[in-house]
């Protein structure tokens, strides 16, 4: 079975601009959970949706947003970038709520 | 603030030792703790979970769980290098369903 994907991989931007990250959980998981993590740091949580739904936020601007599709997929949309913003962001998926998270690959996001 | 605490090492053990990997956490009322290996530039990857207080054991990998001190390790016995990565830790509280994670220990396998 294939594990959680994230598109893209790798992605350059520029201060201001607007980014949508994609994350796809792993077949029959119907939660999804984004985190960024820092060079040196553990990851931080950003949202959990479940059945569409956001389930949970973590301390966050509100220039980060996220939604979940009828399939489970999920998009991060991070508007009027930072350079602080610049991380790895992880996409992770589990069956429900309360259960065990897998991590996707991740997409390294860099803000110039 | 739920907080989970690890020392950051770097850790570093000759192969074939054990490595001991320590993790306290701050709200008493946690219920799910898990442990997450992570490798320079890749995402982490499970390794085992834990619930109940005591041992959980999966191969070469040995949990302890003290819910009473707040304390939750990762036994890794005959190290190989390749275990050389970040060790993350990972606690879930009764109330909400955020994972909080700790910023990891770095832990190096000395051939």
């Known amino acids: 079975d294939a594990g959680v994907t994230q598109s893209p991989t790798h992605l350059i931007k520029t201060r201001g601009q607007q980014v949508t990250l994609r994350c796809s959980p792993i077949?029959?998981?119907?939660?999804v959970s984004w985190y960024q993590q820092v060079l040196g740091q553990g990851p931080q949580f950003i949202f959990q949706?479940?059945?569409?739904?956001?389930?949970g936020r973590g301390n966050f601007p509100d220039r980060f947003s996220a939604r979940q599709f009828p399939n489970y997929s999920s998009e991060l949309n991070v508007n009027a970038l930072l350079l602080g913003d610049s991380a790895l962001y992880l996409c992770?998926?589990?069956?429900?709520?309360?259960?065990?998270?897998?991590f996707g690959p991740g997409t390294r996001l860099l803000v110039l | 603030q739920k907080e989970v605490e690890q020392n950051s090492g770097p850790l570093s053990v000759p192969e074939g030792a054990i490595a001991s990997l320590n993790c306290t956490y701050s709200d008493r009322v946690s219920q799910s703790f898990f442990w997450y290996r992570q490798y320079s530039g890749k995402s982490p990857e499970l390794i085992m979970s834990i619930y109940s207080n005591g041992d959980k054991e999966d191969g070469r990998f040995t949990a302890q769980l003290n819910k009473a001190s707040q304390y939750v390790s990762l036994l890794i016995r005959d190290s190989q290098p390749s275990d050389s990565a970040t060790y993350l830790c990972?606690?879930?509280?009764?109330?909400?369903?955020?994972?909080?994670f700790g910023t990891g220990t770095s832990l190096t396998v000395i051939p």
């Open positions: 949706y479940y059945e569409k739904e956001e389930r």
């Open positions: 077949s029959g998981h119907k939660s």
């Open positions: 990972a606690v879930k509280p009764n109330t909400g369903n955020q994972f909080y």
């Open positions: 992770a998926s589990s069956p429900g709520l309360q259960e065990t998270q897998y």
